[in-house]
Structure formats: C-alpha cells, structure tokens
C-alpha cells in the first residue's frame, strides 16, 4: 500500500504533504510514517501536519511543547514545513507560544492555524507576535468565507482551502455555471472548482482515491478562467457549510472526542 500510495504521488508530480496528527492513529502509524519519509527522500516534498488535539494537548504550553514533540518522533522527521492548531479551543495562545518557540528552534519552519472563524481570529490574532501563515478552513464556491477572507488579508495570511470540491458534493460539482464551464475548456467539474480556487488565490488540498482524477486534478494550469466567468463562480456563494466553529457545542464535542496516545 505504502509503496503504491508514493508511486501514485510521484506520478502525479504532486509535491505536498498535508496531514493531521488526528489521522495517524494506531494501525495506520508505520504507513504513514514511510510514505512520508520515501517522499522527504526524494527531497522534493513539502510536509504539512496539523496538532495532536486533544484536551491534555491544548491545556498549557507544557503540554502543547510535548504535542510538537511527539509529532516529530512519531513521524521521524527534523522538521515540518507547516504545522498547525487543527481545532483553536483552549490555550491556544499557549499552543502557539510553543509553536513560535518550535520555529525559533528550526523544528516548524512555517505555523498556522485551520478552523477559525471571525470570532477566534480576533480573539486570538492580535495578541500573538507571529501571525499565522495559513488559516485552513473550509472552503469552495458554495462557501466562500468572505468574511474571513477579507480579514486575514490584513496579516498577509493565506487561506488554505478544506473541502474543496464540498466533499464531493454533487450540488457543486453538478452546478450548470460549473458544467458548462466544464464543456468549455474540455475539463471535468473539479478541475474548474480547483482553477477557480487556485486564481482565486486559495491553496487547495483536494482528495482523491481515484488515480485518474489524482492526476487531472493537477492538471489546471493550461487554461484560464475569464473575470466574467470567475465573477459567475463568485456568485454561487451561499454563505454556509457544513462547520461552523462557532456553534454551540462544537467546541465541547472537539475537545472532548478524540485523545491522542503518545
Ligand atoms: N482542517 C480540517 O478540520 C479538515 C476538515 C475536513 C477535511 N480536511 C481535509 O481536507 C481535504 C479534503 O477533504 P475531502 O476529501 O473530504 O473533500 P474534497 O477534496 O472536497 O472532496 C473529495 C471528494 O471529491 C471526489 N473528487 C475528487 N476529485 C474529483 C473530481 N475531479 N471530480 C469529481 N469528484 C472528485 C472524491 O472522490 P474520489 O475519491 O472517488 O475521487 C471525494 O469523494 C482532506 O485532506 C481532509 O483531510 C480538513
């Protein structure tokens, strides 16, 4: 599995790695840990994680240090590229410490967060030194994030696409202003979601288990989206998705239903 998984990348010319500490779990550790080390052997590979959260994980800057750590010895990696706060609950500003202090030390060379919305930007934002490299959220043409978008221009942070293609939602990828795009440029659905995306400025993780689409959903480069038709695309917009960081009782259920093993 491991060695298909890295042919699968390396054919695809794909050159980025984005994980979460929550997705390498007992069972999938060894498998996870030689593809990303085949990959950094072929030192053309950027690697991206994503914080153990937990609740021990996010009560204080000891234990966020301990996270960082864990992280690297579990992976067997110097350094990760980009890590990030996977869910912004608890001491994130002690977390984040640890993380500037991780990146002083040369063992995070970029950090970030994912999931926060207006209300936890603010909140969190104005007080740290580093400003966050990315914010990874959930985005794509049905949930455009304007509001959160506009706001983290102002740290130069960029937006980092979660569901780009909606989770394979057949609302989006079925949309006639997405198909007969589609028809236009001789490209299927999701190669013009990720060209609107990407010339849009959003860094887009698309997944994939379908080797074909792994390879053409690279294959958005040869051709361009004109102001009219990514302005269409701007107006599918529906204000909503499926999280919402800041409902009641997100909070709670993410702090309390998933624990890390060291
Ligand atoms: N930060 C967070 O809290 C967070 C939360 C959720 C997800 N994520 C991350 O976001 C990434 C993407 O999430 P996701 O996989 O659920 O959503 P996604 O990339 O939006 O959608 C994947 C779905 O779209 C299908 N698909 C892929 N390419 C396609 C194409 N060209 N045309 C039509 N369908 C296509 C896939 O099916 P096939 O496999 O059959 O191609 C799969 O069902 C993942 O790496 C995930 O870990 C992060």
Redesign the pocket.
């Known amino acids: 599995m491991t060695k298909t998984l890295v042919a699968f990348f390396s054919r695809a010319d794909e050159n980025y790695f984005?994980?979460?500490m929550r997705?390498v779990k007992v069972g999938n550790t060894e498998t996870v840990v030689s593809i990303i080390n085949n990959l950094i052997e072929a030192d053309t590979f950027k690697i991206e994680m994503?914080e153990p959260y937990s609740p021990v994980y996010m009560t204080c800057i000891e234990e966020a240090k301990r996270g960082i750590a864990g992280s690297l010895r579990k992976l067997n990696l110097d350094y990760i590229d980009l890590y990030?706060i996977?869910?912004p609950y608890g001491d994130v500003e002690g977390a984040w410490k640890a993380m500037e202090e991780a990146k002083a030390e040369g063992k995070i060379h970029s950090i970030g967060v994912?999931?926060m919305s207006v209300a936890l930007w603010n909140k969190f934002v104005p007080h740290v030194n580093i400003k966050p490299a990315v914010n990874?959220?959930?985005f794509?043409p049905l949930f455009q994030q304007k509001e959160i978008r506009a706001l983290i221009k102002e740290t130069d942070t960029k937006l980092e696409?979660?569901?780009?293609?909606?989770?394979?939602?057949a609302n989006l990828?079925s949309h006639e202003i997405i198909t007969t795009l589609a028809n236009k440029y001789g490209k299927?659905?999701?190669?013009i979601?990720?060209r609107f995306e990407v010339q849009d400025g959003v860094i887009t993780?698309?997944?994939?288990?379908?080797k074909e689409?792994?390879k053409?959903?690279l294959d958005i480069f040869d051709f361009t989206l004109t102001n009219e038709e990514m302005e269409a695309i701007r107006q599918m917009d529906t204000g909503k998705g499926s999280?919402n960081p800041d409902a009641p009782g997100v909070e709670e259920h993410l702090r309390s239903a998933f624990v890390i093993e060291d």
């Open positions: 984005g994980g979460a997705y994503k990030l996977h869910q994912s999931n990874q959220v959930e794509n696409a979660w569901y780009p293609l909606g989770h394979g939602d990828l299927n659905p999701g190669q979601i990720l993780l698309p997944k994939s288990t379908n689409r792994i053409t959903n999280h």
